[in-house]
């Protein structure tokens, strides 16, 4: 795939993207320049996906940073933060949102006895971290993956944790790429993914653009291809990862963990340190996203397809338990349970760095 997902266009002060809504059927690239534009692009999910949502948020309060107009640190740090926040409040569940934002604010606040230009060139500096960083741990994530796997496996994965949702490689696909390269020809089913059909609209689409040997199939199908023996390995991505290994992703994720656990089917979460929360104890505590109705009761095409008036039930995310997951794969290095402990060596890891 030819197109940068999120990238800085730091002349024309702007955060551009490709617009995921519009995918597969056409590609359109568009500048985000306003708090109002940038908060919209992630909730409609325009920009989706929890790395490119922290990347996505980085630039866009570095953009909003560029802009105020004071020379005073107060007045400066007031309205960061106002806007920080405002743009922290556009979707719940990935905490890499809150993450990079986070890490974008300790830069002003470290900068705190420098002027106003000069704490703008030091968020500039940041946010690219941010992204290159990105790309480097998506990379890792594949070399780590590819260890669990073999030539002419059958993966399946759900939702997009492709490239469309990080700055390069994706996570989940990560593995996927990296073995590409290397002659690997791995046979890949991507789950539609109801309702937003990221798998059928984004995986299925990147993955057939890099010439992956990619499958969709709907998302009441992943029992029948591992029961058919087709599926060697899960490999999915992640929003949040509690202390105890509990990982909230796309709805379904944790439907195909169990149906995987019953076929003998290893599933890996693939998760940068960035998307684990170590604050937060049990998947119980993650904030799981409501979206609207219509998304369930009409067709990405907008025509309706339920009946007025029924009830709807439209958690975006759900909660796959540790005792479902095969391995955590991350940057550095792949945890396995008890991810309590395993999760805690990751991070002794990245400190030693
Ligand atoms: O609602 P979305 O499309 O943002 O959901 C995305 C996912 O669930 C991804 O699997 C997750 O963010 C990991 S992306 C590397």
Redesign the pocket.
């Known amino acids: 795939m030819d197109y940068d997902t999120v990238r800085l266009d730091d002349e024309n002060n702007a955060v551009v993207i490709i617009d995921q809504t519009k995918l597969p059927g056409k590609i359109e690239i568009i500048s985000l320049h306003t708090a109002q534009e940038i908060w919209n692009a992630i909730y409609l ?1 325009q920009v ?6 922290g990347v996505a948020a980085a630039y866009g309060i570095y953009v909003l940073a560029k802009r105020m107009d004071t020379e005073d640190y107060d007045i400066f740090y007031r309205e960061f933060v106002r806007q920080k926040e405002y743009l922290d409040s556009s979707r719940p569940t ?1 905490v890499n949102l809150s993450w990079a934002l986070n890490r974008m604010q300790r830069v002003v606040e470290a900068h705190s006895g420098e002027t106003v230009a000069q704490i703008k060139e030091a968020l500039h500096r940041e946010s690219v971290a941010i992204q290159e960083e990105d790309i480097w741990v998506c990379r890792m994530i594949g070399e780590h993956g590819l260890t669990l796997v073999k030539p002419g496996d059958g993966i399946l994965t759900h ?3 492709g490239q469309l ?2 700055s390069k490689y ?3 696909t990560a593995p996927i790429y990296l073995g590409e390269e290397r002659g690997y020809h791995f046979h890949v089913f991507a789950d539609e993914t109801r309702p ?1 059909l ?1 798998g059928a609209r984004l995986t299925a689409f990147e993955l057939q653009s890099s010439g992956v040997d990619v499958t969709l199939i709907c998302d009441n199908m992943s029992a029948t291809v591992m029961k058919n023996g087709w599926v060697n390995a899960v490999f ?4 949040r990862v509690a202390a105890n290994g509990d990982a909230a ?2 709805i379904g994720t944790s439907v195909v963990a169990a149906v995987a656990k019953y076929y003998g089917v290893p599933v890996y979460i ?1 998760a940068p340190t960035s998307t684990i929360d170590l604050n937060t104890p049990t998947g119980a505590g993650i904030t799981i996203e409501q979206r609207p109705a219509e998304e369930v009761t009409e067709m990405w095409y907008k025509e309706r397809m339920a009946p007025e008036g029924v009830k709807v039930f439209n958690p ?2 759900d909660v796959t338990d540790h005792e479902l997951i095969a391995g955590i794969v991350t940057e550095y290095g792949v945890a396995r349970a008890p991810y309590t402990e395993s999760l805690v060596a990751i991070f002794a890891e990245k400190e030693k760095r």
């Open positions: 999910l989706r996906g929890a790395p490119a949502i990935a939702c997009n944790a949702a990080t994706g996570t989940a937003l990221q999915v991505g992640c929003d992703n796309k693939c975006a995310f």
